[in-house]
């Protein structure tokens, strides 16, 4: 494949991202390689040092040993950097792994106290109150106006402040927060977003100060409900902390599921626009029927018009509040025949669950969305059968 123009849009460089080299074969190699060749000693200890300074390995030296740097995992890096508009991108084995290292890179750099601005994903709120890895945190109570979140930040904020973490559209409320507000009230201390539910077709974080992009590449990127990853799009420096911190925990994404990660780069732009187009026509559905107290989808609540500025559509997660609480939920859970009753999300099918009880379990009391919500991520099927299915669960 040829160079991609400077001016090339999202689209195009999704389908060329990572491939620029390639002229020999037209997909890219899948390399399995634990060890790589010494050309000689010389050139292998320079690479080495390279590589434990968290820079790519030199030309000459090779990439050494497959838990410091994986050439078709290096791939997917570059396109999904290239799709969120940073120099570098660092993949790693799940999102969880990701957040796990982009604490450590915080703890490496002197940071101690972590600002979490909920909702955040169930593990990610979990991982910060256990105090496994010597943080404490301050939560930030979620609210769908973020100048009352940006007031809160700047009250929680200390000298020994090295993060605060927020995610937008949140889950599984898919509030929306105003990153330009969020990163000035967060000051010199570095925003990270996980951008995972907006995916970087629909939202790119770094355009708006924000230093750390992560994904659950589990989800969109991966698309396909059989790869797990997870990855952080930052700048140059912050990615050499996060490789460091991958080499020396092997905390590294497998070569396969980089390899399927960037193979799904191309197909994404669609993917998340079919899946928004369909999600638009439940969602719309949802408001209508009698046994829905509440939908929640950005297309329907964008109190501050984030969408069109920062994003550039509402997504394809819609949340909906069930009569008849805990067990007007489960009945529908129980009553699906096409749409999978499972976690997660991003995938080609749709996908339902119950936050309280699965993917928020350990939020504490009070955090925890209600036992109403069901959370909907959709799918590429017809939504004429999306919603047949729904129609029949919600009885
Ligand atoms: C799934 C998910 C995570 C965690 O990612 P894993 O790949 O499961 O480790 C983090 N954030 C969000 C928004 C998620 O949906």
Redesign the pocket.
């Known amino acids: 494949m040829g160079t991609t123009p400077d001016n090339a849009s999202l689209d195009t460089r999704a389908v060329h991202a990572g491939r620029a080299d390639l002229t020999e074969v037209h997909a890219p190699p899948l390399d399995l390689s634990t060890t790589y060749p010494l050309p000689d000693v010389d050139s292998g200890g320079a690479s080495y040092d390279a590589l434990a300074a968290g820079l790519p390995p030199t030309d000459e030296g090779g990439p050494i040993y497959a838990r410091a740097w994986n050439p078709t995992v290096a791939r997917f890096e570059e396109g999904l950097a290239e799709l969120e508009g940073t120099t570098d991108a660092v993949a790693f084995a ?6 796990t290292a982009a604490i450590l890179a915080m703890r490496a750099r002197g940071g101690h106290h972590i600002i979490g601005v909920r909702p ?2 169930g ?2 709120d979990h991982l910060l109150s256990l105090g496994l890895l010597d943080v404490e945190a301050t939560y930030v109570d979620p609210h769908p106006d973020t100048a009352v979140v940006a007031k809160a930040i700047g009250e929680a904020r200390r000298s020994d402040t090295g993060l605060v973490i927020c ?1 937008t559209p949140g ?1 599984p409320t898919l509030d929306l927060l105003d990153l330009d507000v969020i990163v000035e009230a967060a000051g010199d201390v570095p925003v990270m977003v ?1 951008n ?2 907006a995916t970087p077709v629909l939202q790119n974080p770094a355009a708006h100060g924000v230093a750390l992009v ?6 969109y990127l991966g698309g396909h409900g059989d790869v ?3 990855v952080i799009a930052a700048d140059a420096d912050w990615a050499g902390t996060l490789r460091q911190v991958r080499i020396i925990t092997g905390s590294l994404m497998h070569p396969l599921a980089g390899y399927l990660l960037h193979r799904g780069l191309p197909t994404l732009p669609v993917r998340v626009r079919a899946q928004q187009a369909h999600a638009e026509i439940v969602a719309a559905w949802l408001a209508e029927h009698p046994q829905v107290l509440d939908v929640f989808y950005p297309g329907l609540h964008d109190p501050m018009g984030v969408i069109g500025r920062q994003m550039r559509g509402p997504g394809a997660m819609v949340s909906l509040r069930v009569r008849g609480g805990y067990a007007g939920a489960a009945a529908m859970l129980s009553g699906l025949r096409m749409i999978t009753h499972a976690v ?3 995938s080609t099918d749709t996908l339902a669950q119950h936050p309280a009880a699965l ?1 928020h379990r350990p939020v504490p009391d009070g955090a925890r969305p209600t036992d109403d919500i069901v959370r909907l991520s959709i799918g590429l099927e017809d939504p004429a059968d999306i919603i047949a299915d729904l129609r029949s669960a919600l009885g």
């Open positions: 799940s999102g969880m792994a990701a957040t955040l994903y593990g990610t995610e889950n996980d995972t539910f992560m994904h659950s590449a589990t989800k797990m990853g997870g997660s999300l991003g993917t």
